[in-house]
């Protein structure tokens, strides 16, 4: 991967990240419910985007605790999270 690819990711992530934080809970429940039945059809791209969205909060629940393996653990959990919640909301199924 180029480093400029890796510069346009890392600024695509910012701005979703600082986007996320602006929205309303309405507007999050809205972006994961999207990502979750995108994800959950294949799209790796929403995977990554939904991983990305929830790794600050698993950075901070991990920090002082486990290090990286812990945080590792913590985004898989939260993702799983995230596709069940929208499965019991009715968004998608599995």
Do not use: Q
């Amino acid at each position: 991967m180029k480093a400029s690819t890796l510069t346009i990711e890392r600024n695509t992530d910012l701005y979703f990240l600082a986007r996320m934080e602006d929205a309303g809970t309405d507007e999050r429940d809205a972006v994961f419910a999207d990502l979750a039945v995108r994800a959950l059809a294949g799209d790796e791209l929403a995977t990554r985007t939904i991983r990305v969205l929830v790794l600050p909060e698993c950075r901070r629940i991990a920090a002082g605790r486990g290090g990286d393996n812990l945080v590792a653990t913590l985004v898989d959990a939260a993702y799983e999270e995230v596709l069940e919640w929208a499965v019991l909301e009715g968004h998608t199924t599995r």
